[in-house]
């Protein structure tokens, strides 16, 4: 089972052109929509998360159950549900602005136990920088990690959510110690500050890299650096992209057993090929479409 943790929440994605054109509902948030796609992707998942019990809550729940992610861990609460605006550019790059204030999810509880049968739990977006809710999920992944559970980091920077940039990059940095692999954007590195290396020193066992269109690169605590390039798609939007490369990764090291620090040093470049070529062209399919629309493990073949 991988259990992922964090935000569930609404898009407003605009169809057509102008800011306000056509503005639709989509049913989003980074670690909900590496949920989906884990499920799509056939592996064994659950969400733990708080979630509205207004129309746009159930229908997020209603979404997760379709693709055969256990909600079981998911609390609620009268709260409404966050909505983030979406911008979309000539290359398909999304930016979001967001209305967060007495939303349901800033009031997640971390959970006393985490569901049976768990072997990694996956952290990251807007879940980490939101209080109270982003301490009750960082206490949950300390004791996730303290407990030998393989855990996962995407932070997805929206800095827009940050009021103290400085703050949360020593935050970040206290996380490091209790994350098994990490995965960030090429913008995320930059705002960050940091560099590979002196991440994988502080704790990960492996630090993946996105680059969009150029591919993905993982770093290793041996070293070692494997790179592939993107797959070749015409581009609809990017939203979901990066958590369709966070579920394929987790989904493509379960299959192998992959589930721990040293199993990821154990790859070999053979292995991390293989796996981040994976991770490209599952991405590359939600590229191709409107909205998080992470693909089946149907449309994408064998590891």
Same mark, same amino acid.
């Given at each position: 089972m991988i259990v992922v943790a964090g935000e569930a929440l609404i898009d407003l994605v605009p169809q057509g052109t102008g800011a306000?054109?056509?503005?639709?509902?989509?049913?989003g948030g980074g670690p909900y929509n590496t949920a989906v796609?884990?499920?799509?992707?056939g592996?064994?998942?659950?969400?733990c998360s708080r979630t509205s019990s207004d129309a746009f809550g159930e229908a997020l729940l209603d979404r997760l159950r379709r693709a055969s992610v256990d909600v079981s861990a998911v609390q609620r609460g009268p709260e409404p549900t966050t909505l983030a605006v979406a911008t979309i550019d000539a290359s398909?790059?999304?930016?979001?602005?967001?209305?967060?204030?007495?939303?349901?999810?800033?009031?997640f509880a971390a959970p006393a136990e985490l569901p049976a049968g768990t072997r990694a739990v996956s952290f990251g977006t807007c879940s980490l920088v939101l209080e109270p809710g982003a301490s009750a999920y960082e206490e949950l992944m300390r004791t996730a990690a303290a407990r030998g559970v393989f855990t996962a980091l995407d932070p997805n920077i929206r800095a827009g959510l940050i009021p103290d940039p400085d703050a949360y990059r020593a935050r970040f940095k206290s996380w490091l110690p209790s994350v098994s692999l990490l995965k960030l954007s090429e913008e995320d590195a930059q705002w960050l500050g940091g560099t590979p290396s002196e991440w994988l020193a502080a704790?990960?066992?492996a630090v /993946?890299? $996105?680059? *969009?269109?150029?591919?993905?690169?993982?770093?290793?605590?041996?070293?070692?650096?494997?790179?592939?390039?993107?797959?070749?798609?015409?581009? /609809?939007? $990017?939203? *979901?992209?990066g958590d369709t490369v966070n579920a394929a990764l987790l989904h493509g090291l379960s299959v192998r057993d992959a589930l721990s620090a040293e199993a990821l040093l154990g790859l070999g470049a053979d292995g991390w090929t293989e796996l981040l070529r994976f991770a490209a062209r599952a991405a590359a399919i939600t590229c191709s479409?409107?909205?998080?629309?992470?693909?089946y493990a149907s449309e994408l073949g064998d590891l």
């Amino acid at each position: 089972m991988i259990v992922v943790a964090g935000e569930a929440l609404i898009d407003l994605v605009p169809q057509g052109t102008g800011a306000l054109a056509g503005l639709t509902p989509a049913l989003g948030g980074g670690p909900y929509n590496t949920a989906v796609a884990l499920g799509r992707l056939g592996s064994p998942a659950a969400f733990c998360s708080r979630t509205s019990s207004d129309a746009f809550g159930e229908a997020l729940l209603d979404r997760l159950r379709r693709a055969s992610v256990d909600v079981s861990a998911v609390q609620r609460g009268p709260e409404p549900t966050t909505l983030a605006v979406a911008t979309i550019d000539a290359s398909g790059s999304a930016a979001y602005s967001f209305y967060v204030e007495g939303t349901a999810d800033r009031l997640f509880a971390a959970p006393a136990e985490l569901p049976a049968g768990t072997r990694a739990v996956s952290f990251g977006t807007c879940s980490l920088v939101l209080e109270p809710g982003a301490s009750a999920y960082e206490e949950l992944m300390r004791t996730a990690a303290a407990r030998g559970v393989f855990t996962a980091l995407d932070p997805n920077i929206r800095a827009g959510l940050i009021p103290d940039p400085d703050a949360y990059r020593a935050r970040f940095k206290s996380w490091l110690p209790s994350v098994s692999l990490l995965k960030l954007s090429e913008e995320d590195a930059q705002w960050l500050g940091g560099t590979p290396s002196e991440w994988l020193a502080a704790g990960p066992s492996a630090v /993946v890299i $996105t680059r *969009g269109g150029d591919g993905l690169t993982a770093f290793t605590r041996d070293g070692s650096a494997h790179s592939v390039p993107g797959e070749k798609v015409d581009v /609809v939007d $990017t939203i *979901g992209a990066g958590d369709t490369v966070n579920a394929a990764l987790l989904h493509g090291l379960s299959v192998r057993d992959a589930l721990s620090a040293e199993a990821l040093l154990g790859l070999g470049a053979d292995g991390w090929t293989e796996l981040l070529r994976f991770a490209a062209r599952a991405a590359a399919i939600t590229c191709s479409r409107a909205g998080a629309e992470p693909p089946y493990a149907s449309e994408l073949g064998d590891l």
